[in-house]
């Protein structure tokens, strides 16, 4: 899991204190600025917000109304804002580092991971005793593959601050990608040992326990964490250690009280299977039933512009090389429905169309899934492109309720499955019992709609042409 980046509005900050005594008519008062940090500091966010965006109207060219907007963006998930505003704080205000600390981080969010590696630097230069930003540069190399150099920043980070928690369990991270296991336990430990609440911490020492199968230890970390994934991880636990009265305890347990957690849904739906057993976690025990399978072209007579348009515009996006579920492929962030061009808005009103229809055809379903059917929701949804090579291991999606892709372009192969989505019971490297769990296999054409339960594995079936396959994933998010 990765921890979260560190944004910094610091009391006695350089950019508020901007030599008081010798403000100019031009500049807000010390009494504004002074108000501004407190409602910040006291967590009076809309306040906040109403003050900075007060100060940069009347005094655009004073940066601390920028540097705070700047995180409350960030911290609101509005990234494109985000970036601006500490855009504009950072050519106001070049020598804070804060300021190049907080934009690496707005621009880590949305995957432009070069950029955010150039901000870092750029806060390190300025202030090189900076631990935030060598923990926040250290994560930000790690998703580039730069696992060595990450190590490096890290542990720069844990000598500039020896009690820095957050730097040892992210350490931790870099260990076990380079296959380190014993030394992240170790980082994992420190990290515990200083802050033993830390919850990611416990969480990621947990998953080490789990890989080298020391269950039971791995289940006491998992339980001090109050996350949906924990709870499916000590499941797999259970599983994995072939203790099935406690695995179905623990399903019986939630029952009425924890129904929506997605991860357990996929676990609970495989294991049922595997152990001949009834499903007692009743989301969507039968999964592979609820497949919806479409093409635009019966809502759009002009489909084909409607995908090149489509195609042209996420040319445009910002990509990363991806290494973890994406194997030889790019993924832009997940915000292309956030502020969406025309275009997209047109794609999205077609998704939340097939949506409406995919609920009409199932809504008689007596699963949680279909019963407890989110009133409102948003869209998430972002670009994926595979090339040569590329596949996607089985994965769910957690964070959502229902899952889609629109195919923009495919892998047009006669007499095989390259470039298939195959959705199936089984994922997470659970020990496979009966080998007969189902599976389903579909072909894609351009324009093709597909849509199914986030609690269900899919994967890409890789291919060997020298081709490109594009889509535009997305999740229908509960709101509750």
């Known amino acids: ?53 007060f100060i940069t109207k009347n005094f655009p060219k004073h940066p601390f109304g920028w540097k705070v907007l700047g995180v409350l963006y960030g911290q609101s998930n509005r990234r494109s804002e985000a970036v601006s505003a500490n855009q504009k704080a950072a050519k ?31 806060a390190l230069a300025i202030k090189p005793d900076y631990f935030l930003a060598f923990n926040n540069l250290g994560n930000t190399l790690r998703e580039l593959g730069r696992l060595d150099e990450s190590e490096i920043n890290l542990r720069r980070a844990i000598a500039l601050k020896p009690n820095f928690a957050e730097a040892y369990s992210s ?29 990611r911490a416990h969480q990621n020492l947990g998953i080490i ?73 009743r989301f969507c025990p039968n999964p592979l039933d609820f497949i919806s399978i479409d093409n ?8 084909q512009n409607l995908i090149n348009a489509v195609i042209k515009e996420t040319d445009e996006y910002q990509l990363v090389w991806e290494s973890r579920t994406t194997k030889f492929g790019y993924q832009g962030p997940n915000d292309i429905f956030e502020k969406p061009s025309k275009i997209i808005s047109n794609l999205e009103g077609i998704i939340e169309k097939k949506i409406d229809a995919y609920y009409q055809k199932y809504k008689t379903e007596s699963c949680i899934f279909i019963k407890s059917w989110p009133k409102k929701y948003k869209l998430v949804g972002w670009y994926n492109k595979l090339v040569k090579n590329g596949y996607q291991t089985a994965h ?3 964070s959502g309720w229902l899952s889609g892709v629109i195919y923009l372009k495919t892998i047009n192969q006669s007499g095989d499955d390259e470039g298939a989505i195959e959705f199936g019971l089984h994922g997470y490297e659970l020990p496979v019992i009966d080998e007969s ?28 042409t020298d081709a490109e396959r594009c889509v535009i994933a997305f999740d229908l998010k509960p709101i509750w």
Do not use: W
Request: with cysteine.
């Open 1 to 53: 899991m990765k921890p979260p980046a560190k944004h910094q509005i610091r009391k006695g900050s350089a950019a508020l204190k901007t030599r008081i005594s010798n403000i100019s008519p031009i500049d807000p008062s010390p009494q504004l600025l002074n108000s501004l940090l407190g409602h910040y500091q006291k967590g009076q966010y809309d306040d906040a917000e109403k003050l900075a965006k």
């Open 92 to 122: 106001l205000s070049p020598q804070d580092a804060e300021v190049h600390n907080n934009l690496g981080n707005t621009l880590k969010t949305l995957g432009i991971l070069d950029e955010a590696e150039t901000s870092y630097k750029q």
């Open 171 to 199: 350490l931790g991270i870099t260990l076990k990608e380079l296959g380190r296991l014993d030394e992240a336990e170790t980082s994992y430990r420190q990290a515990i040992a200083i802050k033993p609440n830390y919850a």
């Open 209 to 281: 326990l789990k890989a080298v199968k020391k269950y039971d230890e791995a289940i006491l970390h998992f339980d001090k964490v109050k996350d949906p994934s924990a709870i499916s991880l000590s499941l797999e636990c259970l599983y994995m250690s072939k203790n099935y009265s406690d695995f179905d305890k623990r399903i019986k347990s939630m029952l009425g009280l924890d129904d929506n957690n997605i991860r357990v849904a996929a676990v609970s739906a495989f294991a049922a299977h595997q152990m001949e057993k009834e499903d007692f976690y």
């Open 296 to 303: 635009l072209d019966k809502n759009n007579s002009h489909l």
């Open 396 to 398: 769910i999606h957690p």
């Open 437 to 464: 769990y189902p599976r389903k296999v579909h072909r894609p054409e351009s324009g093709d709609i597909v849509l199914f339960p986030s609690s269900l594995f899919h994967r890409t079936i890789p291919f060997t």
